[in-house]
């Protein structure tokens, strides 16, 4: 979901594919690049919409970090599967699906519902973005390549109230905005876990398989082109999100891109359902992703990306947001 008032893992399926790409150079220029990690998956838990979505969202609803979906409009791929171009998906054995899953609900993003009218009594408007980072290339003739960053799992929130929080850096197109790709920290009903994320062919919203975490787990997280140097709008990609902290990963494996040009890159990003009260949020109060690396469509480090920073100052509760910015950090502040 986007708020546009402002705008066993092996190394050859992730790391080695960069550095083939970055001339063999990945591993100096960041030493994640050679880690092995093997994937070891939770079931997929999607957070149900239930009594607290908003008055205009059907039962049958879940959030995800693209807004509320109906169930049956969000595809959790099993260890070894990918989601191909047109939408089906190969599974690990080789078998590829019939048909593409196609959903025939709408889904809600943050424009689209009656914040202020909640089906559960109680009316937070914390709902959807709420800060982040951005840069654009400024052309639609210039993309990027490649976005990795890190990040720390924050302690659990003092509060429980059936809130649902997403951390993540992305890619979209600004020009034409369809999809969007994301490695996903997520928090609900007192478990962190990992994901990585692609929206929306066919209106579908895929995710890789979950991955259980803790809190002062550090988390690496990569969005990478399958492509040659130098091409606008690559037809694959590779989302990893990785644990260092335990090795566990989870990954979309050349994943489509719809033919978007990837012109718009978030450092990072906080995304809230269901904030009554700042405690809903975890208790140190900040969250910052580091090590912050972007490239371009030739697969060259932006030095000195100049981030945009967008924050919620409208909306209630207001918990002193704000987003600082350094060439390779954002620290989020709630």
Same mark, same amino acid.
């Given at each position: ?6 705008? %066993? ?8 594919? /960069? ?10 220029? +960041? ?18 919409? !239930? ?29 070894? &599967?990918?989601?191909?171009? +047109? ?27 009656? %914040? ?10 914390? +709902?959807?973005?709420? &800060? ?39 890619? &979209? ?7 969007? /790709? ?20 066919? !209106? ?11 809190? !002062? ?29 335990? !090795? ?83 620290? /989020? +502040?709630?």
């Amino acid at each position: 979901m986007r708020k546009h008032e402002h705008p %066993t893992y092996q190394r050859n399926r992730c790391g080695h594919c /960069l550095q083939h790409r970055l001339g063999g150079n990945a591993r100096t220029i +960041d030493p994640q690049f050679s880690i092995f990690a093997q994937e070891d998956v939770s079931i997929n838990m999607h957070p149900l919409a !239930g009594p607290n979505r908003p008055a205009n969202v059907p039962d049958g609803y879940v959030i995800t970090p693209f807004g509320y979906f109906h169930s049956s409009c969000v595809q959790s791929l099993a260890k070894g &599967e990918r989601l191909m171009a +047109d939408g089906r998906v190969q599974h690990a054995d080789g078998r590829v699906n019939a048909k593409a899953a196609v959903c025939g609900y709408p889904h809600y993003q943050r424009a689209q519902v009656a %914040t202020n009218a909640f089906t559960g009594g109680r009316s937070p408007e914390i +709902d959807g973005w709420v &800060e982040n980072a951005s840069i654009t290339t400024g052309s639609p003739t210039k993309s990027y390549g490649a976005l990795i960053a890190n990040w720390t799992v924050p302690a659990q929130p003092s509060a429980e109230d059936g809130q649902v929080l997403y951390y993540f850096p992305g890619f &979209e197109d600004i020009n034409n905005t369809q999809s969007i /790709l994301q490695p996903v920290l997520g928090w609900y009903q007192g478990q962190w876990s990992i994901a990585s994320w692609n929206c929306c062919i066919n !209106g579908v919203t895929t995710n890789s398989p979950a991955v259980n975490v803790t809190s !002062g787990d550090e988390i690496y997280g990569s969005i990478t082109s399958s492509c040659l140097p130098g091409t606008l709008s690559c037809a694959t990609w590779n989302v990893l999100t990785l644990d260092l902290s335990t !090795g566990q990963s989870t990954t979309l494996s050349n994943t489509p891109s719809e033919g978007q040009a990837f012109n718009w890159a978030f450092g990072g990003v906080l995304e809230a359902y269901f904030i009554v009260r700042c405690d809903d949020y975890p208790s140190d109060r900040q969250l910052i992703f580091e090590k912050i690396r972007v490239f371009d469509q030739n697969l060259h480090p932006i030095l000195n990306p100049k981030w945009t920073k967008a924050v919620d100052s409208a909306d209630t509760p207001q918990c002193d947001y704000a987003v600082r910015k350094a060439p390779r950090r954002v620290t /989020l +502040d709630y």
